[in-house]
């Protein structure tokens, strides 16, 4: 597929995936899109996107699909329940997932795809929103080297950072792993905070003080 754009297919085109959507289409691929919100999937169209009625109709046309809902269900139904990406995927095709799920959820589909000839790569993005509006997410992912490389084209639309972690569900890890971290330093800040605001100290101000210290860190951003 040298010199070719891929034509994507994302599932899930909410607060994440409309503004990846937008990324792909100025890159210049062609975009399906599915989502089970009229409205989202009004934005998705106008932002020039294609509008399938299931996932399987996805799987007619994109060489590239992207899963980024929100539960584990939700991406095991949208993938291989009725009227599922896997009835009409082709061999070849790229299955990313960018929702937040268990290992073992990526790898079971990774078996599935892979007996249709496809392939699973599990990508799984950080930094939020803004940064998804920005194009600057960081995606952590697993796969082979061969389907990590192509994920790569698509995902440098709209990620600034690409983690490459290891095997499918390596990804998942990763995001395990900067998920728990992030909430011991919320829980930190919280109890800092709190401790602080006893002595009448201006928390604003404490606040942009030690973003130039050591104790700096993004949760506090």
């Given at each position: 597929?040298?010199?070719?754009?891929?034509?994507?297919g994302?599932?899930?085109?909410?607060?994440?995936?409309?503004?990846?959507?937008?990324?792909?289409?100025?890159?210049?691929h062609?975009?399906?899109?599915?989502?089970?919100?009229?409205?989202?999937?009004?934005?998705?169209?106008?932002?020039?996107?294609?509008?399938?009625?299931?996932?399987?109709?996805?799987?007619?046309?994109?060489?590239?699909?992207?899963?980024?809902?929100?539960?584990?269900?939700?991406?095991?139904?949208m993938l291989?329940?009725?009227?599922?990406?896997?009835?009409?995927?082709?061999?070849?095709?790229?299955?990313?997932?960018?929702?937040?799920?268990?290992?073992?959820?990526?790898?079971?589909?990774?078996?599935?795809?892979r007996?249709?000839?496809?392939?699973?790569?599990?990508?799984p993005?950080?930094?939020?929103?803004?940064?998804?509006?920005?194009?600057?997410?960081?995606?952590?992912?697993?796969g082979?080297?061969?389907?990590?490389?192509?994920?790569?084209?698509?995902?440098?639309?709209?990620?600034?950072?690409?983690?490459?972690l290891?095997?499918?569900?390596?990804?998942?890890?990763?995001?395990?792993?900067?998920?728990?971290?992030?909430?011991?330093?919320?829980?930190?800040?919280?109890?800092?905070?709190?401790?602080?605001?006893?002595?009448?100290?201006?928390?604003?101000?404490?606040?942009?003080?030690?973003?130039?210290?050591?104790?700096?860190?993004?949760?506090?951003?």
């Amino acid at each position: 597929m040298a010199g070719e754009k891929e034509t994507v297919g994302i599932i899930g085109v909410g607060r994440m995936g409309l503004p990846m959507l937008r990324h792909l289409r100025k890159q210049g691929h062609d975009v399906w899109a599915r989502d089970l919100d009229d409205k989202q999937l009004a934005e998705a169209r106008n932002a020039g996107a294609k509008i399938a009625a299931t996932p399987a109709e996805i799987g007619k046309h994109a060489t590239f699909v992207i899963a980024i809902t929100v539960t584990d269900a939700q991406v095991n139904e949208m993938l291989t329940g009725k009227d599922g990406l896997i009835e009409t995927v082709r061999p070849g095709t790229i299955v990313a997932v960018s929702s937040t799920v268990s290992p073992e959820t990526v790898q079971a589909l990774d078996e599935k795809f892979r007996a249709k000839g496809a392939d699973v790569l599990d990508a799984p993005l950080c930094r939020g929103r803004q940064y998804a509006d920005e194009g600057t997410l960081l995606a952590l992912v697993g796969g082979k080297p061969d389907v990590v490389t192509r994920g790569r084209a698509i995902y440098g639309a709209f990620c600034s950072d690409i983690a490459h972690l290891g095997n499918v569900g390596h990804g998942q890890v990763g995001k395990a792993m900067n998920n728990m971290l992030l909430w011991i330093n919320s829980i930190g800040l919280i109890e800092a905070g709190q401790l602080a605001a006893t002595t009448g100290i201006d928390l604003p101000t404490l606040r942009d003080a030690l973003q130039l210290s050591s104790g700096k860190s993004q949760a506090l951003e």
